[in-house]
């Protein structure tokens, strides 16, 4: 799902909805990936999400009074574009905003290359590694893996490139750099090959990271604290790899 703020309130805009739009511009909001439905008659699955409206405490103190009427128009507006792309928006939550912004300052603009891919699970796997940074450091390490396999297996199938289901990640990786001439061994500067070797690098360490700490194995780390600051080094790591890897394909695609 690619839905961003402004998508909705541009929206509310459309609607000539002023207030409500001006509502929620002063806001920031994400979406957390829940789950897939599959309906029964064989329709299109649909992504099961929550959404958080990241809101300064002038607007919070006033969302059960004289701002109802505005928050359900924002609401139903969410619930409208969500089902426009087969989303369904289980519950909106409406959170303290502290500071200008809670996310890291690259995650919009990984969220924003992954989108482009127009792939869902693509898009799922990164709300669930952004989802579980924090809370849920040992899953987030699995979701940063699975959200580089996507990646990689997406830009393989796109380029006709042959790959077994079952390959690990390094190997996914390795196919991918090859296609994409991202492999040290293309570049004769040794500044380049230095740099694609810890791309490589980078990728292999987030695969161990799942082998040996994510939520299926035992965790080997020696405290809470050093579990949650490689999970959210797992999940930045992967982020910003994922993003290098869609923006040069992106590219290749285009000097065809």
């Known amino acids: 799902m690619a839905m961003e703020l402004e998508d909705v309130t541009q929206w509310l805009r459309d609607g000539e909805e002023w207030e409500a739009a001006e509502l929620l511009s002063q806001c920031d909001f994400r979406y957390e990936y829940v789950d897939t439905g599959f309906p029964l008659d064989g329709g299109p699955q649909t992504d099961i999400l929550e959404l958080y409206v990241h809101a300064p405490r002038r607007i919070l103190d006033r969302i059960g009074s004289d701002l109802k009427a505005l928050v359900g128009l924002i609401e139903e507006a969410v619930s409208q574009i969500a089902g426009s792309q087969n989303s369904y928006v289980r519950h909106v939550y409406w959170v303290p905003r502290i500071g200008q912004t809670l996310a890291n300052p690259s995650d919009s603009d990984v ?123 797992a999940v930045n790591l992967a982020g910003i790899v994922a993003q290098f890897l869609v923006k040069v394909w992106e590219q290749q695609r285009v000097q065809q």
Request: hydrophobic residues 40%; contains cysteine; neutral net charge.
């Open 111 to 233: 969220e924003k290359a992954l989108a482009r891919l127009d792939a869902k699970h693509v898009r799922a796997a990164w709300s669930k590694a952004l989802s579980r940074r924090d809370a849920d450091p040992d899953g987030a390490i699995t979701a940063a893996k699975t959200l580089l396999e996507s990646v990689c297996k997406h830009i393989l199938s796109n380029d006709g490139v042959d790959f077994a289901r079952n390959s690990d990640l390094p190997t996914l990786y390795h196919l991918v750099a090859e296609s994409l001439r991202l492999s040290p061994g293309q570049h004769r500067d040794k500044n380049f090959k230095r740099i694609l070797g810890n791309c490589q690098a980078v990728v292999s360490g987030v695969a161990f990271l799942r082998n040996q700490m994510g939520d299926a194995h035992a965790t080997e780390l020696d405290s809470e604290a050093r579990l949650q600051q490689f999970g959210e080094l």
